[in-house]
């Protein structure tokens, strides 16, 4: 049974950092995208950032470049997003997934976690 599960929400003020985990299991990742997904109350789930598993390719949103790095650790089969110089408008619900083809479209992502809050206030 495959199984993503995402850890390291909270509350943090403007300009703070977190660090999100995602501790994937149930099956080999080593041909897999992961991605991180952020869904804002009355908002459409957006991409944030992914990596390819295998080569460590990065991919950002616009919107955090510079400031949210992904990365994996190949032994404990986990995802990281670490986010820095957090904004209000980073508040949201997010989400850790995989893809065997896609980078950025959810609707192309097969596995999901359940989801951790990052809430940033001003």
């Known amino acids: 049974q495959v199984q993503l599960v995402e850890s390291g929400g909270g509350l943090v003020q403007a300009g703070g950092s977190l660090r999100l985990s995602c501790a994937a299991s149930?099956?080999?990742?080593?041909?897999?995208?992961m991605g991180w997904f952020r869904q804002a109350p009355g908002k459409e789930r957006d991409f944030v950032a992914g990596i390819r598993w295998t080569l460590a390719m990065t991919y950002y949103a616009d919107s955090v470049k510079g400031r949210f790095t992904i990365s994996r650790d190949n032994a404990k089969n986990t995802v990281y997003l670490q986010m820095n110089s957090l904004k209000p408008e980073d508040t949201a619900v997010y989400y850790c997934?995989?893809?065997?083809?896609?980078?950025?479209?959810?609707?192309?992502?097969?596995?999901w976690g359940q989801g951790t809050q990052v809430t940033v206030s001003s």
């Open positions: 149930g099956r080999t990742f080593s041909n897999y995208v």
């Open positions: 997934a995989a893809s065997r083809v896609a980078v950025k479209i959810p609707s192309q992502f097969d596995y």
